[in-house]
């Protein structure tokens, strides 16, 4: 494939504003014009399966033809299907990049991890050549080697290493070290193996962590049992990073890792927040007992409790922390017993109430719907200003839209009376155009369906700005794109050509100009074979004929809010 992209011109051009193979090279050599030929059978092929069978014979074509990957990708842009595109780049058989600068030495560790793979594939007979043959290929890279076949648990092309007089290091390359690889991924007889060979059981990686302490993260609960019971130092903490130690690292994993490593490590605030972030609540009250946070008894005449009374600057920092964290873990019951240890008069301190809205943004991005409730209820009975809570309901919208979280949504909409059409403060988008940025069709369909949002609302700085179809098909997002047509749309015009309930294949296309018009038409426009284009367009195909129910977007009046308008003046924009 580097042959038809190594040659003048250029190997890369734009269309419909994606970066794809020069068609110059289609030209360059016979057997490039045949390879064009053949990937237009191939689409042809895509293209006469349903709907819904696209992608999925796009991505077998694709690995079954990896030469003509490329070809059929640069088809696939070119006549606008962006799920058969996708599907085409997901199956890692087009290039979009090659020779040194960015991305290079990613490029060169794959090679090697593709090249060790083969040689670990090799039958009995053929393996010592073909680990000969690989070191000689990456000369001085043999410490590679060794740390490809402990991520792999190959066992025996780590022995026959060994037997070659490769001696495993955690000097040569501290960020590959073939016994923390081992211990991370599981593979207890190579750690073992590693270990009897010479390998410091508590020799350091680039970070300063351990073979322990990558067991634990991993949640190897029998390795770091082996590592213990063979000298492996838990108290051992990293000297970059976040610094942290075993425990803190396995605080989210296996319960008998915690168990293990507690008394051995003693607990932290660190660990603590390590457990409340997985919603390990095992883990969380092994810890949350070892730090002398008991349950909260029944408060006394000011409200408090004695243990809310009476936690050390270390316990209160973990509960805080704890709090902070506990969002993303999801688990009510840690919340709640994390919440008892907060007065009420305490919910507008300044560490309170950023644990409190932290928590609630991390619970929203999890979809943890029961969470969140708990914290904004704990927030308003607390006695919070009401403005301050409503402005932070209508944002955590924001983060939902965009994290897909469906029930979360529905909670702020109907619970708590969340603005559908709220925009940021700081991007001027709403939750609509959040959604459409991660191509969440589903969330499209909810919040223009069933919360009736605005879908004829421009983005950024001015009221009549791009709205979230000309982002969905900018995008190429075509999931997103049928989903607002279904909504409505908007559009700036439709082709007179296009009936409803006949035409098969329309084109949805962008401009960026004036209202960043969108436009439907049945045919393709030829300037958008152009490199120099800037509009975007998406082929969709209806078989059933086109569905209507499209509207034309509100005219500027209409459009206009606190923000300004953009109007075309002399073939610029003046501010009005």
């Known amino acids: 494939?580097?042959?038809?992209?190594?040659?003048?011109?250029?190997?890369?051009?734009?269309?419909?504003?994606?970066?794809?193979?020069?068609?110059?090279?289609?030209?360059?050599?016979?057997?490039?014009?045949?390879?064009?030929?053949?990937?237009?059978?191939?689409?042809?092929?895509?293209?006469?399966?349903?709907?819904?069978?696209?992608?999925?014979?796009?991505?077998?074509?694709?690995?079954?033809?990896?030469?003509?990957?490329?070809?059929?990708?640069?088809?696939?842009?070119?006549?606008?299907?962006?799920?058969?595109?996708?599907?085409?780049?997901?199956?890692?058989?087009?290039?979009?990049?090659?020779?040194?600068?960015k991305g290079w030495d990613d490029s060169v560790r794959a090679h090697q991890e593709r090249r060790?793979?083969?040689?670990?594939g090799f039958d009995e007979a053929e393996r010592t050549a073909g680990l000969r043959d690989w070191l000689r290929e990456f000369n001085g890279e043999s410490n590679t080697l060794m740390f490809h076949a402990a991520v792999a648990g190959a066992k025996d092309i780590i022995l026959r290493l060994l037997e070659l007089g490769i001696v495993p290091s955690s000097e040569t390359n501290l960020s590959l070290v073939p016994l923390h690889a081992a211990c991370y991924n599981g593979h207890l007889d190579c750690a073992k193996l590693l270990v009897e060979s010479g390998m410091n059981i508590n020799c350091r990686d680039e970070f300063g962590g351990t073979a322990l302490m990558r067991a634990a993260v991993g949640g190897r609960t029998e390795i770091v049992r082996w590592l213990l019971e063979n000298n492996a130092r838990p108290h051992f903490r990293e000297s970059r990073e976040g610094k942290y130690n075993a425990l803190e690292y396995g605080a989210g994993k296996d319960v008998e890792i915690v168990k293990m490593l507690l008394e051995a490590c003693g607990w932290s605030p660190t660990a603590l927040m390590g457990a409340a972030s997985f919603g390990k609540i095992e883990n969380f009250e092994l810890i949350a007992n070892k730090a002398g946070l008991l349950a909260p008894e029944s408060p006394e005449k000011d409200g408090s409790t004695p243990q809310q009374r009476h936690l050390n600057a270390e316990q209160w920092q973990a509960v805080i922390g704890?709090?902070?964290?506990?969002?993303?873990?999801?688990?009510?019951?840690?919340?709640?017993?994390?919440?008892?240890?907060?007065?009420?008069?305490?919910?507008?301190?300044?560490?309170?109430?950023?644990?409190?809205?932290?928590?609630?943004?991390?619970?929203?991005?999890?979809?943890?719907?029961?969470?969140?409730?708990?914290?904004?209820?704990?927030?308003?009975?607390?006695?919070?200003?009401?403005?301050?809570?409503?402005?932070?309901?209508?944002?955590?919208?924001?983060?939902?839209?965009?994290?897909?979280?469906?029930?979360?949504?529905?909670?702020?909409?109907?619970?708590?009376?969340?603005?559908?059409?709220?925009?940021?403060?700081?991007?001027?988008?709403?939750?609509?155009?959040?959604?459409?940025?991660?191509?969440?069709?589903?969330?499209v369909e909810v919040l223009a369906k069933?919360?009736?949002?605005?879908?004829?609302?421009?983005?950024?700085?001015?009221?009549?700005?791009?709205?979230?179809?000309?982002?969905?098909?900018?995008?190429?997002?075509e999931s997103a794109t049928r989903a607002l047509l279904a909504c409505g749309g908007p559009v700036?015009?439709?082709?007179?050509?296009?009936?409803?309930?006949?035409?098969?294949?329309?084109?949805?296309?962008?401009?960026?100009?004036?209202?960043?018009?969108?436009?439907?038409?049945?045919?393709?426009?030829?300037?958008?074979?152009?490199?120099?284009?800037?509009?975007?367009?998406?082929?969709?195909?209806?078989?059933?004929?086109?569905?209507g129910g499209v509207r034309q977007r509100r005219p500027d009046a209409e459009l206009k809010d606190d923000r300004e308008l953009r109007v075309p003046e002399d073939g610029g924009f003046v501010v009005v």
């Open 1 to 101: 494939m580097s042959t038809l992209f190594d040659k003048d011109p250029k190997p890369y051009i734009w269309r419909n504003r994606q970066m794809v193979m020069n068609p110059a090279h289609f030209y360059s050599l016979p057997d490039n014009l045949l390879r064009q030929a053949q990937a237009r059978e191939l689409m042809e092929e895509i293209y006469s399966v349903p709907l819904d069978s696209q992608t999925v014979v796009a991505d077998l074509l694709a690995n079954e033809n990896e030469d003509l990957a490329p070809y059929m990708f640069y088809e696939a842009v070119k006549s606008g299907h962006a799920e058969v595109k996708k599907a085409i780049v997901d199956s890692g058989k087009v290039g979009l990049g090659s020779g040194p600068g």
């Open 116 to 120: 060790a793979q083969e040689v670990f």
């Open 322 to 443: 704890a709090l902070d964290r506990g969002g993303s873990g999801g688990n009510a019951d840690i919340i709640r017993i994390l919440l008892a240890f907060i007065p009420a008069k305490a919910v507008e301190k300044d560490d309170v109430r950023e644990a409190l809205e932290q928590s609630a943004l991390r619970a929203t991005s999890g979809n943890h719907a029961e969470v969140v409730k708990l914290l904004l209820d704990f927030r308003i009975a607390g006695g919070a200003d009401k403005d301050i809570v409503q402005e932070q309901i209508n944002e955590l919208l924001l983060d939902a839209a965009n994290t897909n979280a469906l029930e979360t949504v529905r909670l702020l909409l109907d619970n708590y009376g969340a603005d559908v059409n709220y925009r940021d403060r700081r991007t001027q988008t709403n939750a609509l155009y959040n959604a459409v940025v991660k191509n969440h069709a589903e969330m």
């Open 450 to 477: 069933e919360y009736s949002a605005d879908i004829h609302q421009g983005s950024g700085k001015f009221a009549n700005g791009p709205t979230p179809l000309w982002l969905a098909i900018d995008r190429q997002y």
């Open 492 to 547: 700036e015009s439709v082709s007179m050509s296009l009936v409803e309930g006949e035409t098969t294949r329309v084109y949805v296309s962008t401009e960026r100009t004036y209202r960043a018009p969108v436009k439907l038409q049945t045919v393709m426009n030829p300037a958008w074979d152009d490199e120099h284009s800037t509009e975007s367009f998406l082929c969709l195909e209806y078989p059933d004929g086109w569905p």
